[in-house]
């Protein structure tokens, strides 16, 4: 569970030093711009900027109810977090799984990535896709 918070606890905390050092010099707005900056890149940086996690047995049972998409990510991922943001709205239209949360989630982008855990990973209509592109994705969400 720390994990998945590992680096939204670290920036939040570069910003409390940074605050405390900017306040020491005497710089009061500059120690409270740079904390909300990195407090605003520790949100993001967090799982709070993805749609709800279900578990992988969950998205998979669901996916073959209503044939959305099944996107695999992990707190912290870049790639995922471009994903996210990209997709917008339409990110609500798919199940989304973290794999550090989910071992069985974690197993089933390993089987389709060679054993690795990359993700992005996105399962829609029994093919998977490793980091989809994502005008491609968006196209796939809106249509369904």
Do not use: K
């Not at 709800?52 to 044939?67: H, I, L, N």
């Not at 609500?92 to 060679?114: E, L, M, N, Q, T």
């Amino acid at each position: 569970m720390l994990r998945r918070w590992a680096l939204t606890i670290l920036m939040v905390a570069c910003g409390v030093l940074v605050l405390v050092r900017q306040l020491d010099a005497g710089l009061p707005v500059v120690g409270g711009t740079e904390f909300v900056i990195f407090t605003a890149v520790a949100l993001l940086l967090s799982p709070w900027a993805f749609p709800r996690s279900v578990a992988a047995a969950e998205a998979q049972q669901a996916s073959a109810d209503d044939g959305r998409a099944i996107v695999y990510w992990r707190p912290g991922c870049r790639y995922c977090l471009q994903l996210r943001f990209s997709l917008g709205r339409l990110a609500r239209r798919a199940h989304w799984v973290d794999i550090w949360r989910d071992p069985a989630g974690a197993a089933a982008v390993r089987a389709v990535a060679d054993g690795n855990e990359t993700v992005p990973t996105v399962v829609l209509g029994g093919q998977a896709v490793v980091n989809p592109d994502r005008a491609w994705l968006r196209e796939q969400l809106r249509s369904s």
